[in-house]
């Protein structure tokens, strides 16, 4: 939008992972490269987040406690200010259904964790925040 | 109650006793019922000839009365032989009767009896037969008493025989002695239908006996086969569940820790390096290696159980393969620079648009591409050429490689193997990669082949079906990752 006071604040990324490690290394990764991070271990005070918070982008793991993250994104497509967030998925299932099915949720991206790099995901966010 | 045991009996054994105990049964029945088909067929025609020799005795006896009558009046004797050689055709079944009734009978006499019978000589032994076994059985036992009733007429129409042959050479029969003969072939013909009728209700009886134990004996192996069929789909039901169980505990439970492992190396690679030691950074790096295999090793496993399993599901979608080919060759490129690898790709730039499944495609791609890498020396040279004949998608990788050994090459493509100028080169590999090309590639009905001379190179060839879209743009654009 070329909103000059916008730019000011650093754009907020939304982190919806349960496991601690992983969570970890990622929030790190991601505010050392100057973003703001949001943090939460399960899916339903992810999506409170998500829709409180308004974050610039979320990262969505999809085997979350409390609300998986398919539920969690369809909620979030469904909210009229949150809707155009972009989400990036990053999980561990690598069904073909999975993939198939967050991908018509609108997503723009899919990475096997095990299978990416931070780099990879890093470059991702940045694609987004542009 | 019986059937409810034995099926809580099976229960309780293991797959492999189960399927011994059914596989035995059914053995068991076939043979059983194979026996019983011999054993029905043989009565069956035991039966037929007795029916069709007891017509040819009534036959002979019929003409015997008639060439005596007749030899009453012409006095000729060619009809007194001709009686005489009726008549012996009823004194030969006699005979092998008689013979047969003995503890201990002389076959060879038995038989000259039933062909003098006028039987034929293939019937004999299943004469002998049913004589043998049935002869106590009863349908059998009253045909074989009326049989034997009809001998004192035999002997009654004998001993005419003799008289009319007397009174011939003297003058002229006697009207008593024709009407006596008469008398005798009438007894003889309600003996003959007798035995007729008595051997058909037995051999209706037989027929439906039999005819019950072979349904029986179906229906016995019907059951059996059903019963290892469900012990089958349910053992492959479990085998199958436990495989899937398998596969999400390895995506979830060991995927995890990996990128834990993987991401945190990354980091500590990315950061700080002036402050390492030499040989510290050279540990990092093996570790950050080390995870980064264990994830693409998991990541090979998932693939083969899902295509052993066939819970893969195709998804067909307009790709651009340049744009595969060249996402797969950037992330190769490292390694690529590092052994001075010479890559030349040999695509038409207006390939147009296929539809194909484009995962399948990428796997099998960075598959054959990250092989040549692995096990071409450096400087080496590999050749990439990918285009579109008859809708079918051709890729061509060669490379001058190690190449395949000529006595392994026929195993190349099986789960886990791997040649041995590869196993010495490459370490760490696990004999998945070519295993799962095919696999995709099969999947995709396309084909794989490759010729390969040991320290010169390898060429794969890949044919796969596409669909060909329109030279201009296709309505869904694929989005690289980043």
Redesign the interface.
């Known amino acids: 939008m070329g909103n000059t006071a916008q730019k000011v604040k650093a754009k907020q990324v939304l982190i919806v992972e349960d496991d601690l490690s992983i969570r970890d290394v990622l929030a790190q990764k991601i505010t050392d490269c100057g973003y703001e991070v949001i943090l939460s271990g399960d899916g339903q005070e992810g999506l409170d987040l998500a829709l409180d918070k308004d974050p610039d982008l979320i990262l969505l793991d999809l085997q979350l406690p409390k609300l998986n993250g398919k539920e969690l994104l369809k909620k979030v497509r469904n909210d009229e200010k949150s809707k155009r967030i972009p989400v990036i998925i990053l999980t561990n299932d690598g069904s073909s259904m999975s993939i198939e099915d967050t991908l018509n949720k609108g997503t723009p991206a899919y990475f096997i964790k095990s299978d990416t790099s931070l780099a990879e995901i890093v470059e991702a966010i940045k694609y987004h925040l542009v | 109650m019986r059937y409810f045991d034995s099926v809580k009996y099976l229960a309780g054994r293991t797959l492999q006793y189960r399927f011994k105990i059914i596989i035995t049964s059914i053995i068991i029945i076939l043979l059983f019922g194979m026996v019983n088909f011999w054993f029905s067929m043989k009565v069956m025609s035991g039966i037929r000839s007795y029916v069709g020799g007891e017509s040819l005795w009534s036959k002979s006896q019929k003409d015997a009365v008639n060439y005596l009558v007749k030899y009453s009046s012409s006095h000729d004797q060619a009809d007194y032989d001709h009686y005489l050689i009726f008549i012996k055709v009823s004194k030969g079944d006699r005979q092998a009767r008689e013979e047969l009734n003995k503890s201990n009978p002389n076959i060879t006499i038995v038989k000259e009896g039933f062909i003098q019978g006028g039987n034929s000589p293939k019937d004999v032994n299943d004469l002998i037969f049913l004589y043998k076994w049935f002869r106590h059985v009863s349908y059998m036992e009253s045909a074989i008493k009326i049989w034997a009733a009809a001998d004192g007429e035999i002997d009654n129409l004998t001993a005419l025989g003799n008289q009319i042959h007397e009174e011939v050479a003297g003058s002229s029969p006697t009207e008593q002695t024709l009407q006596n003969v008469y008398a005798a072939n009438s007894r003889l013909t309600v003996l003959e239908n007798d035995f007729s009728s008595t051997l058909g209700d037995g051999s209706r009886g037989i027929a439906m006996t039999l005819m019950a134990i072979t349904l029986f004996m179906t229906c016995l192996l019907g059951a059996l086969a059903v019963t290892s069929a469900v012990l089958i789909a349910k053992a492959t039901v479990r085998l199958d569940r436990a495989k899937t169980e398998f596969v999400s505990l390895a995506?979830?439970q060991?995927?995890?820790?990996?990128?834990?492992i993987?991401?945190?190396a990354?980091?500590l690679l990315?950061s700080n390096k002036p402050k390492r030691l030499p040989k510290q950074q050279k540990q990092l790096e093996e570790l950050y290696g080390a995870s980064q295999r264990a994830?693409?090793l998991?990541?090979d496993l998932?693939s083969v159980s899902?295509l052993d399993l066939g819970?893969?599901?195709t998804?067909i979608k307009s790709t651009d393969v340049n744009i595969i080919l060249n996402t797969i060759l950037k992330d190769l490129e490292a390694t690529i620079k590092k052994k001075s690898l010479q890559i030349s790709k040999k695509t038409d730039k207006h390939i147009p648009k296929i539809k194909l499944d484009s995962?399948l495609l990428t796997v099998v791609l960075e598959n054959l591409i990250s092989n040549s890498i692995k096990y071409t020396p450096e400087r080496g040279k590999i050749t990439i050429s990918l285009s579109i004949k008859k809708s079918r998608l051709i890729v061509n990788i060669s490379d001058t490689g190690i190449g395949i050994p000529k006595s392994q090459q026929a195993h190349i493509f099986e789960k886990l193997y791997r040649a041995d100028n590869a196993k010495e080169m490459e370490a760490h590999n696990t004999g998945l990669g070519l295993y799962v090309c095919k696999a995709m590639v099969d999947r995709m009905g396309g084909s794989i082949t490759f010729e390969s001379v040991e320290n010169k190179g390898t060429d794969f060839h890949v044919k796969i079906p596409v669909i060909v879209e329109g030279r201009s743009h296709g309505k869904y654009g694929t989005?690289s990752?980043?």
């Not at chain 2, 060991?254 to 834990?260: E, F, M, W």
């Open positions: 995506s979830h060991l995927r995890t820790p990996l990128t834990a993987n991401w945190y990354e980091s990315a994830s693409r998991v990541s998932l899902r819970t893969y599901q998804e995962r989005k990752k980043g």
